[in-house]
């Protein structure tokens, strides 16, 4: 257990602290912003239109060919928008100061074009599995891109990492979430939410993408909506203040010294480093998770679901997590002293400023709302790879697996759980990284046409 534990130190430090996927998840951003001719730009009046034109909570059921527009952008939301759109967010405040919520702007915006690669990427190469149902995803583009057995092992490289580190490791710190969050706000036995969690998943996973699109469809607008005017009745609360915070977020971007970064011995560099890996963890631009969904859109063209695809990171990062960000800066809460108050027990403090006791309530539900629809997804996002890996069969057994490990999730807190998620979570970027720009032409010639 120790000899694991230092690999997978030692790994994550390279990946992550050494900032090597930071520079080639943005690296990866700009390439695409430049070669779509900055698409997120031009395009975004159109997706915005498309966005809202499809919006349909009671949709056509999905099934062997597909899922619609919508299903797909919230299935794909429904990964995005997680616990890390509350905790993420929190973290990256106190870590990086206020500025860090400049530099995920920064990073969702060159993310919007690496997403809109993907997407496309999905839709050109989905394809029919065994039993005749449409499927894609990041396997079918890496083959694609890198013929004979390199692609081969690229693509179940890929595979193997994103199962394990969304299907297995990731739902097991959702289900965390959830369990820490009521027990929290009602005083729940971990355990008994956790059992209830993973009920409520098994009845979801077992009646296939008929039914996680039918939940996604419902579930996600009404949670962002929820989230949403909840923190808006507390920046009117906090309305003297959030001019203030939204100075210090700009201030703080190139001059974290000038509000309390002194106090905290912070730099650009924390900034930067926080926010664009809080960031990107958040929209999962590039991560090769939210092709799945996509792929699977009924569209007339691949362009088409790559232009609703920008839209998911847009309402991620610049609606869902920026008001968290403004919640926070304007409530008072962000204290520059060593020991302050962190992650999630920052954000509810926030909430708690202005909603009183009920803040934790808040929170706790919207912690349920957020963690359990990117359970639904991510557990989709694995399952997808098991059919292409091991065959239709395997499905039964895989969801099993996984609703265990989110009831097991839901009473542990090992710390080589939560390191081995983040480890996978890198190690998938790289097959999908190298495969999107090696396809980079196909992607440019939608914009092109």
Same mark, same amino acid.
């Given at each position: 257990?120790?000899?694991?534990?230092?690999?997978?130190?030692?790994? %994550?430090?390279?990946?992550?602290?050494?900032?090597?996927?930071?520079?080639?998840?943005?690296?990866?951003?700009?390439?695409?912003?430049?070669?779509?001719?900055? +698409?997120?730009?031009?395009?975004?009046?159109?997706?915005?239109?498309?966005?809202?034109?499809?919006?349909?909570?009671?949709?056509? *059921?999905?099934?062997?060919?597909?899922?619609?527009?919508?299903?797909?952008?919230?299935?794909?939301?429904?990964?995005?928008?997680?616990?890390?759109?509350?905790?993420?967010?929190?973290?990256?405040?106190?870590?990086?100061?206020?500025?860090?919520?400049?530099?995920?702007?920064?990073?969702?915006?060159?993310?919007?074009?690496?997403?809109?690669?993907?997407? +496309?990427?999905?839709?050109?190469?989905?394809?029919?599995?065994?039993?005749?149902?449409?499927?894609?995803?990041?396997?079918?583009?890496?083959?694609?891109?890198?013929?004979?057995?390199?692609?081969?092992?690229?693509?179940?490289?890929?595979?193997?990492?994103?199962?394990?580190?969304?299907?297995?490791?990731? %739902?097991?710190?959702?289900?965390?979430?959830?369990?820490?969050?009521?027990?929290?706000?009602?005083?729940?036995? *971990?355990?008994?939410?956790?059992?209830?969690?993973?009920?409520?998943?098994?009845?979801?996973?077992?009646?296939?993408?008929?039914?996680?699109?039918?939940?996604?469809?419902?579930?996600?607008?009404?949670?962002?909506?929820?989230?949403?005017?909840?923190?808006?009745?507390?920046? &009117?609360? %906090?309305?003297?203040?959030?001019?203030?915070?939204?100075?210090?977020?700009?201030?703080?971007?190139?001059?974290?010294?000038?509000? &309390?970064?002194?106090?905290?011995?912070?730099?650009?560099?924390?900034?930067?480093?926080?926010?664009?890996?809080?960031?990107?963890?958040?929209?999962?631009?590039?991560?090769?998770?939210?092709?799945?969904?996509?792929?699977?859109?009924?569209?007339?063209?691949?362009?088409?679901?790559?232009?609703?695809?920008?839209?998911?990171?847009?309402?991620?990062?610049?609606?869902?997590?920026?008001?968290?960000?403004?919640?926070?800066?304007?409530?008072?809460?962000?204290?520059?002293?060593?020991?302050?108050? *962190?992650?999630?027990?920052?954000?509810?403090?926030?909430? %708690?400023?202005?909603?009183?006791?009920?803040?934790?309530?808040?929170?706790?539900?919207?912690?349920?709302?957020?963690?359990?629809?990117?359970?639904?997804?991510?557990?989709?996002?694995?399952?997808?790879?098991?059919?292409?890996?091991?065959?239709?069969?395997?499905? *039964?057994?895989?969801?099993?697996?996984?609703?265990?490990?989110?009831?097991?999730?839901?009473?542990?807190?090992?710390?080589?759980?939560?390191?081995?998620?983040?480890?996978?979570?890198?190690?998938?970027?790289?097959?999908?990284?190298?495969?999107?720009?090696?396809?980079?032409?196909?992607?440019?010639?939608?914009?092109?046409?």
């Amino acid at each position: 257990m120790e000899l694991l534990n230092k690999i997978v130190g030692v790994i %994550n430090g390279v990946l992550w602290d050494k900032n090597l996927l930071l520079f080639l998840l943005v690296g990866t951003g700009v390439f695409f912003s430049f070669r779509l001719k900055f +698409v997120q730009v031009r395009k975004f009046r159109e997706g915005w239109k498309r966005l809202f034109g499809s919006i349909n909570l009671r949709g056509e *059921k999905a099934g062997a060919h597909g899922m619609s527009s919508f299903q797909a952008l919230t299935t794909a939301i429904a990964a995005q928008v997680g616990t890390g759109n509350i905790t993420g967010c929190a973290t990256a405040l106190y870590s990086g100061g206020p500025g860090a919520i400049f530099w995920m702007w920064v990073s969702a915006f060159f993310g919007m074009a690496t997403i809109y690669s993907e997407a +496309v990427l999905a839709q050109t190469y989905k394809t029919r599995d065994a039993q005749g149902h449409a499927t894609g995803g990041p396997i079918y583009y890496i083959k694609a891109a890198f013929h004979g057995k390199p692609g081969q092992f690229l693509a179940a490289f890929f595979s193997v990492a994103i199962i394990l580190a969304l299907g297995f490791m990731g %739902n097991m710190v959702q289900s965390n979430s959830i369990g820490d969050a009521f027990h929290t706000a009602f005083g729940l036995p *971990k355990w008994a939410v956790g059992a209830s969690v993973a009920l409520i998943a098994a009845f979801i996973f077992l009646g296939g993408v008929k039914r996680i699109a039918s939940f996604t469809e419902k579930i996600v607008p009404v949670m962002a909506c929820f989230y949403v005017a909840g923190c808006i009745v507390i920046l &009117f609360i %906090n309305h003297a203040a959030v001019l203030g915070a939204l100075k210090s977020i700009f201030v703080c971007a190139f001059n974290p010294q000038a509000v &309390f970064g002194g106090a905290l011995g912070l730099g650009v560099k924390e900034a930067m480093r926080f926010g664009v890996a809080r960031g990107l963890f958040s929209n999962e631009a590039g991560m090769g998770s939210t092709p799945h969904a996509h792929a699977l859109a009924n569209v007339e063209k691949p362009e088409d679901q790559g232009i609703v695809a920008m839209m998911g990171v847009f309402i991620d990062t610049f609606i869902v997590l920026t008001m968290t960000a403004l919640v926070i800066l304007s409530s008072g809460v962000l204290e520059p002293v060593t020991g302050a108050l *962190k992650g999630t027990p920052l954000a509810q403090a926030a909430f %708690n400023q202005a909603f009183g006791s009920f803040g934790n309530v808040f929170v706790a539900i919207c912690m349920l709302f957020f963690a359990f629809s990117t359970i639904i997804s991510w557990y989709f996002f694995g399952e997808s790879n098991m059919k292409a890996l091991f065959g239709p069969k395997s499905v *039964k057994a895989y969801a099993v697996i996984v609703v265990l490990f989110i009831f097991a999730g839901s009473m542990l807190h090992v710390d080589l759980v939560w390191d081995m998620s983040d480890m996978f979570n890198g190690l998938m970027v790289i097959p999908n990284l190298l495969a999107l720009l090696a396809l980079s032409g196909v992607a440019a010639k939608t914009i092109k046409k």
